[in-house]
């Protein structure tokens, strides 16, 4: 069965960032045991990643690479903010480095890491930790099946073989 439209992917990943001397990290990675399910073309994973996943098959081995533009954007500077400490009165002050759950005025929830704790503001960077980032996935499918109709319906994996349950 090939991936497309309203498959359930299972696959297995290594996700490596290149450094500014052309050397790589691996960031993150998923085993057979638990692979990264997901329902494919449903929007929940980066346009250009299923692009080079489209027609596979199970035991199929991919490898490619995704420019910053195609993965989590370029580092935007102005996405760096400055949040009055006021807004954090009754609760313990964010630690530098640390992620800070954020919601804006339309209820989605993103994150910001905390850069720095200044006299008055908390200044933290909004842009994706992987923004401005060149990434390549390496990686084998594990499965490929139908999705359910209540799947389809909810737009994401549920019960067996969905280890990312919403």
Known sequence: ????????VSLTYDLYTKEEDDSESLVESTTVEEPLVFLYGAGQMLPKFEEHLSGLI?????????????????YNDEAVTKLPKSMFEGN?????GSMLPL???SGHHFQGQVLAIEEDVVV??????MAGQE????GQI?????????ELE??????EDGHMNH
């Open 1 to 8: 069965m090939k991936i497309e439209p309203n498959k359930v």
């Open 58 to 74: 199970v035991g199929d081995n991919y490898e490619f690479e995704l420019s910053a533009e195609d993965a989590y954007g370029e």
């Open 92 to 96: 313990e002050l964010p630690e530098e």
């Open 103 to 105: 919601q804006d005025e």
């Open 124 to 129: 933290v960077d909004l842009n994706h930790p």
């Open 135 to 138: 990434l390549r996935f390496k």
């Open 142 to 150: 594990t499965n490929v099946r139908d999705a359910s109709a209540e």
């Open 154 to 159: 909810h737009g994401h994996v549920h019960g």
